[in-house]
């Protein structure tokens, strides 16, 4: 078992910035995909953005350029530097975790935390 804890969330106005962590306890952190998922009110969840154990990245296009994830194997924790913040970027951010490859779909990832809401005023 992987238990993840998301924190960082919070309101911040178009244009700012928040850093996410996500803190993972259990099974060895370094084997996994760890990826970054939202869901906005009405929408399904979707990917925005993964790193691999050997640090490979993905993201989607709509937030390329504006956030950056990395991961600290030492501390067991992923984090998501949102920058240049869109009232768009508005949702409940998931951090996940995987084994094996693949980034995008959420229901192959094994661990899920609770989610920490992000809302972007404009």
């Known amino acids: 078992q992987v238990q993840l804890v998301e924190t960082g969330g919070g309101l911040v106005q178009a244009g700012g910035s928040l850093r996410l962590s996500c803190a993972a306890s259990?099974?060895?952190?370094?084997?996994?995909?760890m990826g970054w998922f939202r869901q906005a009110p009405g929408k399904e969840r979707e990917f925005v953005a993964a790193i691999s154990w050997i640090e490979t990245t993905d993201y989607t296009d709509s937030v390329k350029g504006r956030f950056t994830i990395s991961r600290d194997n030492a501390k067991n924790t992923v984090y998501l530097q949102m920058n240049s913040l869109k009232p768009e970027d508005t949702a409940v951010y998931y951090c996940?975790?995987?084994?094996?490859?693949?980034?995008?779909?959420?229901?192959?990832?094994?661990?899920w935390g609770q989610g920490t809401q992000v809302t972007v005023s404009s």
């Open positions: 259990g099974r060895t952190f370094s084997n996994y995909v």
């Open positions: 996940a975790a995987k084994s094996g490859s693949g980034y995008y779909v959420p229901r192959e990832y094994d661990y």
